[in-house]
């Protein structure tokens, strides 16, 4: 069975950082792939980051995120990280880790971890 755990929310000052970690259990073999989302207060659903294995674990993020956040993983492949530096407001939100076969195609979901940023 599949589990995917994150950890490492918390509440932060505008610019600050955090460090979110994923570990995805229960995979065969590490060809998978990895994303990040958040949900914002009342929105829907973001992708924010992503990386896999077949794509050589190129990292690829939204626009928002570029130049800020920083996917990484463990050498294993099994914890994965989402670095956000210089937090914004907008960043705020309950941030999910994702994992699938393949970038788009994510079965498997944690349980979100809560992120706030605040002046």
């Known amino acids: 069975e599949v589990q995917v755990v994150e950890s490492g929310g918390g509440s932060v000052q505008i610019g600050g950082s955090l460090k979110l970690s994923c570990t995805a259990s229960?995979?065969?073999?590490?060809?998978?792939?990895i994303a990040w989302f958040r949900q914002a207060p009342g929105g829907e659903r973001e992708g924010i980051a992503c990386?896999?294995?077949?794509?050589?674990?190129?990292?690829f993020y939204v626009e928002s995120a570029e130049g800020r956040f920083t996917i990484s993983s463990d050498t294993a492949k099994t914890t994965f990280y989402l670095q956000m530096n210089s937090l914004k407001p907008e960043d705020k939100g309950v941030y999910y880790c994702a994992a699938g076969e393949y970038i788009g195609a994510y079965n498997y979901w944690g349980q979100g971890t809560q992120v706030t940023v605040s002046s």
């Open positions: 229960g995979f065969t073999s590490d060809d998978y792939a």
């Open positions: 990386t896999s294995h077949a794509d050589d674990y190129s990292t």
